[in-house]
């Protein structure tokens, strides 16, 4: 048989994890301490999707997910790395208002996914074979504000948590009309 472990620093999705799998093991905790503690070896599969790209140091995380496998292992993940967009960087510079700068200061240059090439480089020295590629997807949201309601799902989930609703509410202000402005509503009602 197969046994899964699922590890994740947030409750709700581990009580859904739970509900919807009860026979697996969910664990709570941190990726990057878990890996950094020298997760025991022997896992057949380490897989991890739109989570990594939220850790800093992957010059060291990803080795240390790598000595977590098995011999012939393999190390599955999937990242964004859309941080030099119109809507990430316009996001960066909304952050520098002095009104929540402040509060935001760890967010503001945070960019920690690397080119394919540098994951090759920290990769390479540790598995029998890598295989790396980048694929651009075109997200087509629609609604008055598809581009804000899109990333508050994602880039702005720190941003919400970082800041009292009216601060929130205030940053949104702020970013949505230049968020709209770089992604206009297009004719049909769609955003690009």
Known sequence: GCELTGLDNDPAMLAKARGDHPGERW?????????????????????????????????????????????????????????????????????????????????????????????FDWLRPHASAVDIWETE????????????EWIKGSALVPVRDALDAGSYAAFNARYGPALRAAYPRRGDGTTQ
């Open 27 to 119: 664990i709570t905790g941190d990726i990057a301490a878990w890996a950094g503690e020298g997760a025991p070896p022997g896992y057949d599969l380490v897989f991890t999707n739109a989570a990594l790209h939220w850790l800093p140091d992957h010059a060291s995380l990803f080795p240390a997910l790598l000595r977590a496998l098995a011999p012939g292992g393999v190390l599955a993940c999937q990242m964004p790395r859309n941080f030099a967009a119109p809507s990430h960087r316009l996001l960066r510079e909304t952050m520098q208002d002095a009104r929540w700068r402040e509060r935001l200061a760890g967010f503001a240059d945070w960019e920690p996914v690397a080119e394919p090439s540098t994951h």
């Open 137 to 148: 997807y075109l997200q087509v949201p629609e609604g008055e504000n598809a581009g804000l």
